[in-house]
């Protein structure tokens, strides 16, 4: 695949616009977070995925190019181990909404959110 000719990162709406001739994509940094192609995600099988939970806000804190076929992503929650290529950028893009969907529901079969969780310790009423 192709790169793509534009990527621009819109840092107040955490969203990745990847434009390439023929079509664009606005992926969110949560959906390219959640999605991440590294082992410490993905696991080294469909079985081994670890879902990811509070990514909501998670925004994007550098790109980088991997030679001629991908972008490394720095998240801002630190992880930085996944190598996008083109082709799964793509991927995610033409499929958002199944990926959303999926996302959606196995969040809620595990009984998790999209919101980080807050250490009741680093919360106090005001007096």
């Known amino acids: 695949m192709q790169a793509p000719i534009n990527i621009t990162y819109h840092k107040i709406a955490h969203v990745l616009e990847i434009r390439w001739e023929d079509v664009t994509f606005n992926l969110p940094a949560e959906l390219l977070r959640v999605y991440s192609p590294s082992a410490e995600v993905r696991g080294h099988s469909s079985e081994e995925r670890k879902l990811q939970t ?16 991908a972008i490394r992503i720095t998240f801002d929650d630190g992880h930085d181990t996944g190598i996008f290529a083109w082709s799964y950028l793509n991927e995610i893009g033409s499929n958002q909404d199944t990926f959303w969907q999926d996302y959606l529901t196995e969040l809620k079969q595990a009984n998790a959110s999209r919101l980080p969780n807050i250490p009741v310790n680093q919360w106090s009423p005001k007096s």
């Open 54 to 69: 509070g990514k909501k806000n998670v925004g994007i804190k550098q790109i980088e190019a991997v030679g001629n076929y």
